[in-house]
């Protein structure tokens, strides 16, 4: 997801000089829209190992590098039920997650790495308590609100294969022309995949 107000400064990396840091070399690389990938439905993480840390690193580290506040697997082509978050000088990683309870819906603006430009109203509840593992496997659970709330859910979302752009349907018209489209139905039954 993006932050509503992009910090340009972390999105232009300035050339590596020979006497200071080198520039940060990324094996993932993000997925734009309409990459098929970003319709797939994440199998579970089921080895919680060194690589998969190294992978969690490199995905926060490209997500403050594209001044993102969230990123999910399928954004970086893991199909895989992964996702990080950062706000401010926190940051989370969850994994498998599910969603136990959830607050009445309210409506905001939502973008996304992988959407360029694309701005959305998207209603999704306020407050949850969510659960899964972090990146050691130990299981977590949680109540997020506010910011935290929203983004958590639209990473999960990806996890689905689920995109901002689902929620403005079937009010615009391009969406029947998409090539990603899917049938609204579909579409309400994987927003719904994560919830007991
Ligand atoms: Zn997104």
Known sequence: MNSSAPDRNAAAQPPAASAGPPAPVFRLSLVYYPDPVLRVICAPVETFDTALRDTIEEMFALMRAHAGIGLAGPQVAIERQLLVCGI????????????????????SVEGCLSLPGVQVKVRRPERIRVSGYDPRGRKTSFAATGLWARVIQHEMDHLNGVLICD???PSVKECDECPLSLPAVLVEERKHRMRP
């Open 88 to 107: 401010g000088d926190q940051q989370l990683c969850l994994i498998n997650p599910a969603l136990q309870e959830s607050s009445e819906p309210a409506d």
């Open 167 to 169: 929620y403005r349907r």
